[in-house]
């Protein structure tokens, strides 16, 4: 989330719905990774700090976990966001509890923790993925231009593929991308501190980047002026009022000089993409769960991936 105030006030009215449902703790203190683990350790495991999962990523979903009573003994939803964390870091939900990562917990019962949990962290990406306020745009603007001097961006605009297991059905191949692997097509729109801005997570591998965009929202709200600004596109995008693309056969001194800076910019976006991938290797593993999960699991991610951005700052 890009204003931190809004961030604080939505993590404390989280916080104080955790409280009124009076969530209890079950984990033993032998079994309790948040004590079990140096920082670094536990940081390697998951990709959060501890502070962070408990007092951040837990109070997200634990309204929606938490049981009232003992009955069944169902699992407390520490061990659930830790186990969902675990397989964002290793994509897979096997053996998770055999090395004493989180409890022992059976394939089948991760399985279904990783959908809970995956939906529910999804289900607040709009809270937490979103363009700035207009009163905060000029600043965006301005960090853009520090990094290479290219004036008026508001973000960069491109998409990266994320691998998939075969979903079966006549129309599989419709997810083989230009590689020749099975994919979804995720477009996303990146800032000057590398956090998302936008997230289209619903298109398959043979969809071009240009075709995705065009049928986006985010194409509607430049047009419409309700975005003002224009976004960094590559050479796969259409040159626009709103969409700036390099060119293909600079022929002038100043037309070198703006796709060096070009160039130079995108590559926040670059390194936006290699981030999120390297915090969380399941997208770069491949994700061998239903199509309607993995599409959870993307957003669940990118919003991850926004929360540890604001959580690291200042």
């Known amino acids: 989330m890009d204003d931190i105030a809004d961030f ?14 009076g969530l209890r703790r079950y ?24 502070e962070t999962v408990k007092n951040v990523l837990v109070p997200l979903v ?15 939803p520490e061990v659930m966001v830790l186990g969902t964390l675990r397989y964002y870091a290793t994509g897979t939900c ?7 990562d989180v409890v022992n917990i059976c394939q089948q019962s991760m399985s279904r923790i990783v959908i809970v949990v995956s939906s529910l ?36 605009l491109g998409c990266m593929h994320v691998r998939i297991k075969n979903p079966g059905g006549g129309m599989a191949e419709v997810f083989r991308n230009s590689d020749g692997w099975l994919s979804i097509n995720v477009q996303a729109v990146t800032g000057p501190k590398l956090q998302f801005y936008d997230l289209v997570v619903r298109w398959p591998g043979s969809c071009h980047s240009s075709f995705i965009y065009n049928y986006s929202s985010l194409k509607q709200r430049l047009q419409a002026n309700q975005l003002q600004g224009i976004l960094l596109g590559d050479s796969g995008y259409e040159l626009s009022p709103v969409v700036t693309t390099p060119y293909a056969s600079p022929n002038s001194p100043a037309q070198e000089r703006y796709n060096r800076s070009h160039s130079e910019t995108r590559r926040t976006m670059d ?7 390297k915090r969380f290797p399941c997208l770069q593993i491949g994700l061998s769960v239903k199509l309607e999960t993995i599409v959870a699991v ?9 929360l540890a951005i604001c959580t690291q700052r200042p």
């Open 27 to 50: 984990l033993r203190d032998n079994d309790n990774p948040f004590e079990k683990y140096t920082v670094e350790e536990f940081y390697s495991r998951y990709r959060f700090k501890q």
């Open 62 to 76: 634990a309204p929606y976990l938490a049981k009232p009573t003992r009955r069944g003994m169902p699992f407390a």
């Open 298 to 306: 993307i957003c669940a991610c990118a919003t991850l991936q926004n």
């Open 8 to 21: 604080e006030e939505f993590i404390e009215h989280t916080k104080r719905s955790r409280d009124q449902i």
């Open 271 to 277: 390194r936006a993409f290699a981030i999120w991938k």
């Open 121 to 156: 962290l999804a289900s607040q990406l709009k809270n937490v993925i979103k363009f700035p306020p207009p009163a905060e745009l000029p600043n965006v603007k301005k960090d853009f231009y520090d990094i290479a001097s290219f004036p008026g961006l508001i973000g960069c």
């Open 94 to 100: 096997q053996n998770l509890g055999a090395g004493g």
